[in-house]
């Protein structure tokens, strides 16, 4: 049964930092593009960063620099962390997946590829 439950997002000041954390549970990650989304009250969901089953990452231009994408060991955990945080980065942030044996590929950003979701958790980031 595939299961994917999001943790570590809050409240926080402008310039602080966050890590999430993503349980992935039913997916072969190393066969999988895992990814995290955001939405904003009124805004459509955007791709963040994501992760292949060979290490390589993306990012959207909006964080580079900023914030991390990466999976432990086993990989069954998926992280961001978020450094430099603005009070744009404010959104629900959500884990997903998606089986892709060679990974994530150009189409990373687009959420109707994946079938996974997570239910969410809440960053907001004051001025």
């Known amino acids: 049964q595939v299961q994917l439950v999001e943790s570590g997002g809050g409240s926080i000041q402008a310039g602080g930092s966050l890590r999430l954390s993503c349980v992935v549970s039913?997916?072969?990650?190393?066969?999988?593009?895992m990814a995290w989304f955001r939405q904003a009250p009124g805004k459509e969901r955007e791709g963040v960063a994501a992760?292949?089953?060979?290490?390589?990452?993306s990012y959207a231009d909006s964080v580079k620099g900023r914030f991390t994408i990466s999976q432990d060991n086993a990989k069954k955990n998926l992280y961001l962390q978020m450094t430099s945080l603005k009070p744009e980065d404010t959104a629900m942030y959500y884990c997903?997946?998606?089986?892709?044996?060679?990974?994530?590929?150009?189409?990373?950003?687009?959420?109707?590829?994946?079938?996974?979701w997570g239910q969410g958790t809440q960053v907001t980031v004051s001025s």
């Open positions: 039913g997916y072969t990650v190393s066969r999988a593009c």
């Open positions: 992760i292949g089953g060979d290490g390589s990452t």
């Open positions: 997903a997946a998606a089986a892709a044996i060679y990974g994530c590929g150009t189409w990373w950003m687009q959420s109707g590829w994946y079938p996974d």
